[in-house]
């Protein structure tokens, strides 16, 4: 149980330090002239800069004053107004400034790094890995769902991959066993639990409320926390390069996010994981457009069919 511990703990701290990182970033971007102007008043007023930071926390405060309980029960789509899927837009984004931040000054590099430095076939093999390592967790969701079926073609694409290739390739997939991703926060979803507003946690990016408590259960129940329980090092360097690989699959599409990259990220989200959940009910068809002229906030459309 201490990585469930870690896990809370650390997106605590990392949320506190990332807002104030971020109100220093936008303040410095801002004030940049002044600052140097000013630099001698700066070392005769010392608290300053801890001043601003409790009067940006007040500020936030003020900003979200008007979330009330009743948000955290909509079920966030794409289509929505900002104020019923995102109500914590101003925290939201804090965080997002302090995840791009990190993104561009330390994943990013590392990832090109990897990329350039390490042989495609190398980096398939590991992906590959990992997700067959992930196989007997998707099948356990898939019995939750009600799918005992497709649980059984998971835990066949388990054993044969396994049996063959140690994993690092896919043959099931030529023998007609596709992969299907699964989490505990999407089967959640299956059963009609609302997904809650948006989040951007800080390290881990977007979320919903649901998907969050989906992400502490996933980190409990894959194997390969228990493979490596008793190797710290080893379990939290695997984890980085999960980090470093998943951010460079997305290096060459990365260009397409222009604008208001946040609300891109976010809409983005949202929909592939309705999307996820109305194509396990066999309805996907209604959930690849982001327009819904008909949506009013509210919706319904996670109740589990028959």
């Known amino acids: 149980m201490h990585y469930s511990k870690l896990f809370f703990a650390g997106l605590l701290s990392a949320g506190l330090s990332g807002y104030v990182f971020a109100q220093d970033t936008a303040e410095q971007n801002t004030n940049a002239n002044a600052v140097a102007s000013d630099s001698m008043q700066a070392d005769v007023e010392p608290s300053t800069q801890s001043s601003t930071h409790f009067q940006s926390l007040r500020n936030l405060k003020s900003e979200l004053k008007n979330v009330k309980a009743s948000d955290f029960k909509v079920n966030a789509k794409a289509s929505q107004p900002d104020e019923v899927k995102d109500p914590l837009q101003p925290l939201n984004r804090q965080f997002y400034a302090f995840n791009d931040y990190l993104d561009r000054n330390v994943i990013r590099p590392v990832a090109v790094q990897y990329v350039a430095k390490t042989p495609e076939d190398v980096r398939g093999s590991y992906r590959q890995f990992r997700k067959n390592l992930g196989e007997p967790w998707n099948a356990v969701n898939q019995l939750i769902q009600g799918r005992p079926t497709r649980a059984a073609k998971t835990l066949g694409r388990f054993t044969i991959n396994t049996l063959t290739t140690l994993g690092l390739a896919d043959p099931a997939r030529r023998l007609g066993l596709p992969p299907e991703e699964e989490s505990f926060g999407v089967t959640l979803g299956y059963y009609g639990v ?113």
């Open 194 to 306: 609302p997904s809650g507003p948006f989040l951007m946690l800080p390290f881990f990016g977007p979320s919903t409320l649901r998907d969050t408590v989906g992400l502490a259960a996933d980190s409990q129940a894959r194997p390969q926390k228990y493979v490596m329980d008793d190797q710290d090092g080893l379990y939290w360097s695997t984890n980085v390069l999960q980090a470093i690989d998943t951010r460079a699959q997305v290096l060459d599409i990365e260009q397409i996010l222009q604008g208001d990259k946040y609300a891109l990220i976010r809409d983005l989200y949202l929909q592939r994981k309705n999307f996820q959940i109305a194509e396990k009910k066999g309805n996907s068809s209604e959930q690849i457009n982001f327009v819904d002229t008909d949506d009013d906030g509210s919706d319904d459309s996670d109740t589990p069919q028959p």
